[in-house]
């Protein structure tokens, strides 16, 4: 495919899903805490085999997969070039300070399985885009430098996608992996603390499926910023983004217009209405539960560098690309302590909405229930009394316009 990624309609889950009623609220809760539109649907980039998950498999059960997304090139190109858009391209669109700020500052990514290149992966990203050597540890769930889980072909992807995002946005950060021994959610739920353990005050995940309200306290410890990518199927929430005390990071377009950016929902991001408790400090009227997103960013034609699944550079998409991106954001600004989930979103000034935040980004996402057509629920840029002031569900309040509002 030339150009970005156009990911668009509703992935259908294979889980336990809840449709909403005319009232805007979920009628039904699901065993794996998600809901979702149309659920017939699959996606443009699937039914145009414009691109493909990484991580397949089940998403309830107690699993989770990986939402990374990979471009399929067209017939006769060579997938192994360098193209996309690159760390430059981001801090340009965002107006980030990445060349100053992020020193001592320790963001930690949980995902699942080794991926045994990912320090030299990570290097070579890095020396291609001169963003200097990296502080970059590896760990298993226990804490161990050492004892790495089995390699997995697609979550070695996402491993390498979240290092290289974290260092795109934020190139002096310290990045924390840790492996969780596989994707079930007691593994990865016990590496989630590890990170704590281990000092990290940014958790980033990018993967999601169903395991319903948190029971523990995985996501819940105090002055760390948790964040998690929304999904790629649409309406709908997935955990843990759906989650009270997680960062819900959507989805939107990045593409050159002029000497900037045009920046437009990406179709294929998840948020809406969850089937999860609404926490206190939202007070939208349309959704009775959680409602997502809180804050958005690029999904979509990202450069990356794998040589454990692939054979170099590649182009992917999804929300897995925005939620470590994201992550780099806030360690920018150095004000994880304050964040509880989306609470710093959702309760800044209208002058920090109009002056923080990008909010000039238009457009609906896919498999949006009747009832919510034309709403701040699904569509992005209205004015009215469809509208939340310049709140989405798509992009939540929107994508950074440098670092005043994380």
Known sequence: MNGPLRLGALLAFAVTVAACSSTGTPSLPSAGGQTAGAMNQIPEWQAKNEAHRACNGPRTGGLFQCDVLIENKPAGANPYVIGGLNPADFQKAYDLPSSTKGKGQIVAIVDAFDNPNVATDLAAYRTEYNLGTPNFTKYNQKGQKKNYPEGNSGWGT????????????????????????????????????????????????????GAGEPSGSAFD??????????????????????????????????????????????????????????????????????????????????????????????????????????????????????????????????????????????????????????????????????????????????????????
């Open 158 to 209: 996402e491993i390498d996608l979240d290092v290289e995002m974290v260092s795109a946005s934020c190139p002096n950060c310290t990045i924390y992996l840790i492996e969780a021994t596989n994707n079930s959610t007691n593994n990865l739920f016990a590496a989630e603390k590890e990170a704590v353990k281990l000092g990290a005050t940014i958790v980033t995940n990018s993967w999601g499926g």
């Open 221 to 406: 410890a105090k002055g760390v910023a948790y964040l998690a990518s929304a999904g790629d199927g649409g309406y709908g929430m997935q955990d843990p983004a759906d989650y009270a005390t997680v960062v819900s990071v959507g989805g939107e377009n990045l593409d050159p217009e002029g000497n900037g950016f045009k920046q437009t929902v990406w179709e294929d991001s998840g948020g809406g209405c969850s089937v999860v408790t609404k926490p206190s400090w939202q007070a939208d009227p349309l959704c009775t539960f959680r409602t997502g997103n809180d804050v958005t960013a690029v999904s979509n034609n990202a450069s990356m560098y794998d040589t454990y699944d692939a054979n170099g550079w590649f182009t992917v998409g999804g929300t897995s690309v925005a939620s470590p991106l994201t992550a780099g954001v806030i360690a920018l600004a150095g004000n994880q302590a304050k964040i509880y989930g989306g609470k710093t979103f959702w309760e800044a000034s209208a002058k920090v909405h109009k002056k923080d935040f990008n909010t000039n980004i238009t457009g609906t996402v896919n498999g949006c229930p009747s009832n919510f057509i034309d709403t701040y629920i699904c569509t992005a840029g209205l004015t009215g009394s469809q509208a939340y002031g310049s709140y989405s569900g798509p992009t939540g309040w929107g994508s950074p316009k440098g670092v005043g509002a994380y």
